[in-house]
């Protein structure tokens, strides 16, 4: 069974600084899908960022970019020139074979002016 | 586009009630997958449907089931309630099953049980 371990529970970054959560996941299969998911208080699960295991190339979305160590098992999140609306819970998700996510137990991005 | 609905927002029940949630998915969309999310379990997989069958389940007792219509709108039931089942309940649908999906999730259904 695959396993998704976010070890920051909160993570607190000024306006403009940039931030990095971490994620390592456990897993046996060699094609695979990670995500990142935000949930603002709304409690809307929004997706940030995709990566595909075979890509080498690391994926990046705006201000949003990731750090991912196929052999290490290690997925992370980077968020340059934060803003007061990336205040949310970060969730690392890995998808497997049958559409099903695990997630990790999430990290609570606080931005603060 | 519109985006994954879920039905109700929120709902309070009793102990020993039954409760019904609904979900309809992003036309198009034939993958509908449900997850429950508490503080203290975090987020996890409940069942996916692809086609009107369940294609995974993940490890709840039998009294939460679930079901998908011809137009991929799913629902999902949970008997005899217990407090323990207070959670959100979220939906996420997506084009296919597996591989490269994409899960776009609803704003969830928030269940009380007093």
């Known amino acids: 069974a695959q396993t998704v371990t976010q070890s920051q529970p909160e993570m607190s970054v000024q306006e403009a600084e940039t931030v990095t959560l971490s994620c390592t996941y456990d897993t046996s299969e060699s094609n695979y899908y990670l995500f990142w998911y935000k949930q603002p208080p709304s409690r809307q699960m929004i997706l940030v960022i995709r990566?595909?295991?075979?890509?080498?190339q690391n994926a990046t979305e705006n201000r949003f970019s990731v750090n991912f160590q196929k052999a290490a098992k290690s997925f992370s999140l980077k968020i340059s020139d934060s803003q007061l609306g990336d205040t949310a819970m970060y969730f690392c998700?890995?998808?497997?074979?049958?559409?099903?996510?695990?997630f990790g137990a999430g990290t609570q991005v606080v931005v603060t002016p | 586009k519109a985006g994954v609905t879920q039905t109700p927002r929120y709902l309070i029940k009793t102990r020993g009630q039954q409760v019904t949630l609904s979900c309809s998915p992003i036309s198009g969309h034939r993958s509908v997958s449900w997850y429950q999310q508490t503080p203290g379990q975090g987020l996890q997989f409940l069942f996916e449907y692809f086609s009107e069958t369940q294609r995974n389940k993940g490890n709840f007792p039998g009294r939460f089931s679930g079901r998908q219509f011809s137009n991929s709108r799913s629902e999902m039931n949970v008997s005899t309630l217990e407090l323990g089942d207070s959670a959100l309940y979220l939906c996420?649908?997506?084009?296919?099953?597996?591989?490269?999906?994409?899960?776009?999730f609803g704003a969830g259904s928030r269940l009380t049980v007093l």
């Open positions: 998700a890995f998808l497997d074979s049958w559409g099903k996510l695990q």
């Open positions: 990566q595909e295991a075979y890509k080498q």
């Open positions: 996420a649908s997506s084009l296919v099953q597996g591989g490269a999906n994409v899960l776009t």
